[in-house]
């Protein structure tokens, strides 16, 4: 066999049954690759996947160089009765695979000479209509045939057309027109056409080895063809206006390349070896999305002249990605690593000030612009950083008695989120005040009223205090220890942070229930005025709240019930509306950027019409309101110097306790934002990003506006919301892989800009938003955050029935019974979490953070002694 990257070839014989036109694919073929591009670009690859041996005959393994298939091989040489009686012809049908290495752009020559062979008589086809194979095939061999420079004056099309694929006329009796069989000189009855299976020849088509089989790169195919009337070699390149469904494993086809290649050519220049370059170059998932980005031949051709130089002169493997951007890196932790003083800092400033301009002119300047994506992700974080601003604003301005209140949660929301997009290293990561800062804000408040201490000034040093150790923390390069922390730690507190959302959620729709379902009938038909009490870790908007003494009784003399079902239906319609248009990205309705832009806007969107519901549709119910006070400055700066040093010792304690929660916090969604399969480029900058949240939260303490520090999943979605997807479809599933992602200042400059105009709004129409809606609110992030999280999957494998476990890694390489055994631990270190977190006693809530960093010596030393070390490694990768 020619071509320098064949491994090993293995040719295997089987029976292929013919299926009625019912079941073929949507353009009517039958869809076999038989050639194979190994690659670990596209999606995630597992290393050591070439290691794992399994038994049977069904499973697909590519390891190491190779590929080794096994299949079912049919050995009864006549129909059966039952293939008899259902009418089904049969044939042979040989398969031959092979193993195709990744072309090296930077030792091999001919690579670039395939190239540019082809750019000087380039045949590209921009936004082909057709939408059958046959007919893309037709109009490339036409365009073949229209150019001058490529006339082959003795070649038929018709003919190469029918090279192309394999067509079979089965044999069946009783039907069809006796046909003499040129080699044998015999009498054969061959099959009606409608019943004739259509299948490419020879193809190669990317995919990559994991644990689980071969993922393939559906958006792009390569068909190739050695044809004896040529004299030259042909290569054409069509860019489908849409993605096409051309059968298994070619589900999104958007890019075809055509090589023809005469049979008598040395090795290195074969249709073989021509398709590898080019396969090579479109294995590569940011070029594809490049590729689609083009408007004109000439941009194609440079985008193809771009790459090629990538791959040659760089010898980067087509990833998209960088060791660089792998979160804190590999190296093992030592001693000199802490010692350098800001040298983090430093390396931070100087990996990403360079692409800083970039921040503000990718997607508006140049050919890629991105401004209609700019705008719903500006929409929908506009409302996912308001919206808490109004939530906890509200829940503050009950625990400090107004001290502080809506206006300067909005306020403070705004000046430190403009800081954080202007300056931080890695600007989409979204900083908000949140749960855990709510009750520690109210602890703070407790403990001024049991030692008569003034609250702004025990306040504003708990804050300094917390600034100084997150200062020493960044100087200290303390980031670094954030590599010890494994996937599954990470999913036990990003769990944990859902778990408070959904129960507080029902804390307060519980509480709203048990003041007006309940206890809504009181004497003379009126209804009570009181507030609604009470206090969790993440209820954001029990405010007071008080109805009108005159108001009359419904007819059945119960006032107040219907306020409790018309909020426990603003709450759920909130989380079903937002949540439905949030999938409404995988569903096969509208546009496919109609689709992308409801997805993208579906908080804004659920949010305005359940407050329109509320507010205006049932206004005859009165809903709660939250405070709003117009008399207090914004610019207040704490009497700092009231306090005794007894008491700015005592908020050091307090101050290093809030530190810890900030440096968990902030590590973990940075590194959550900056996760590889992201696929971002510009960069990270943990140590930088930690010394602006302490500069920023300085500011903020000393003149009483609440703290701020990245929230979780605010900021992974905000990464989402930028980003381009490449889809591929497998058993029935659509799975999306990240191409690129719009790495941009604007998004977050724009909507905490608008959070600081919405002070206007003040009181109306922001008071128009019901409770109830917030309340919906938070159990939509709380279900939108655990899409993905393995520990809520494993969790879930425990309710079903081991034949319906999917084929994931950890199923794959980890018994059953470890599994549930890791499980099990992880639930354990979940509920004792809980257990602090959401204590009713306010000072064991101020000690979770010492229980998550607890959770580094549980990983590390105690859960090997129950587990082996390799599975625990093998559940905690990424894929």
Known sequence: MPGRGLEEQNRVNRTVKESPPAAMSRNGYFFEESGYLKCDTDDVKEEGAGEELFDGVNSTIVSGDSIRFFVNVNLEGAPSATAESEGAGCVLLHTSRKYLKLKNFEEEVRAQRDLDGFLARASIILDETATSLDDVLREMLKHFAEDPENMEPSCNFEKIMNTLFTDSGTPREGNGTPDVSESTGM????????????????????????VTGVQYQQSWLCIICTIKSLQRRHVCISRLERPQNWGENSCEVRFVILVLAPPKMKSTKTATEVGRTFATMFSDITFRQKLLETKTEEEFKEALVHQRHLLTVANQRPSGMSDGHKSHGNKPLKLHDFLNIGKGISDDIARRFPVYALDFTDGIIGNNKAIGKYITTMIFLYFACLLPSIAFGSLNDENTRGAIDVRKTIFGQCIGGLLYALFSGQPLVVLLTTAPLALYINVIQGICDDYNLDFSAFYAWIGLWNSFFLVIYSLFNFSLLMKLFKRSTEEIIALFISITFVLDAIK????????????????????????????????????????????????????????????????????????????????????????????????????????????????????????????????????????????????????????????????????????????????????????????????????????????????????????????????????????????????????????????LLLPFPLQWIPKPVLF????????????????????????????????????????????????????????????????????????????????????????????????????????
């Open 187 to 210: 009498n054969v009855q061959t099959c009606p056409s409608h019943l004739k299976f259509h299948l490419l020849s020879d193809t190669i088509q990317g995919v990559t080895a994991t």
């Open 508 to 759: 307060g729709i519980v509480k709203v229930f048990k003041k007006y379902y309940h206890h809504g009938h009181t004497e003379g038909g009126k209804s009570r005025a009181d507030a609604i009490p009470g206090l969790s870790i993440n209820t954001t908007f029990l405010m007071n709240s008080s109805v009108s003494e005159n108001q009359t009784c419904t007819h059945d003399g119960h006032y107040g019930r219907e306020t409790a079902v018309l909020s426990l239906m603003l709450m759920l319609g909130t989380l079903w509306l937002g949540h439905t248009l949030y999938q409404f990205k995988k569903s096969p309705y509208l546009h496919a950027r109609v689709r992308e832009i409801l997805s993208d806007c579906a908080l804004p969107i659920s949010v305005l019409t359940f407050s329109v519901v509320g507010s205006y549709i049932f206004k005859e119910i009165e809903m709660s309101k939250f405070n709003y006070n117009t008399s207090d400055s914004l610019f207040v700066l704490a009497p700092v110097q009231s306090l005794s040093i007894g008491s700015v010792m005592s908020a050091m304690g307090l101050g290093f306790l809030l530190s810890m929660l900030f440096f968990i916090e902030q590590n973990i969604v940075a590194s959550l934002a900056n996760a590889p399969e992201n696929r971002l480029v510009k960069g990270t900058a943990y140590h930088w990003d930690l010394l602006l949240v302490a500069l920023i939260n300085t500011g903020l303490s000393v003149f009483g506006l609440p703290w701020i520090h990245a929230a979780f999943p605010h900021s992974p979605m905000h990464v989402r919301a930028l980003a381009y997807v490449e889809e591929r479809v497998e058993s029935g599933h659509i799975y999306e892989t990240i191409v690129s992602v719009k790495e941009t200042r604007l998004t977050s400059l724009m909507a905490n800009f608008l959070v600081g105009l919405s002070l």
């Open 776 to 879: 919906g609110l938070f159990l939509y992030i709380a279900l939108t955050s655990i899409d993905g999280n393995q520990l809520f999957e494993r969790v879930a494998l425990l309710l079903k029935e081991q034949t319906a476990y999917p084929p994931t890694h950890y199923i794959r390489r980890v018994p059953q019974r470890k599994i549930h055994y890791f499980t099990g631990l992880q639930v354990l270190q979940l509920l004792i979490l809980c257990g602090f977190g959401m204590s009713p006693l306010p000072y064991m809530k101020m000690i979770f953070p010492l229980i998550m960093i607890g959770m580094i010596p549980i990983r590390y030393n105690l859960l090997p002694r129950i587990i082996e070390a390799k599975y625990l490694d093998a559940m905690d990768a990424e894929y």
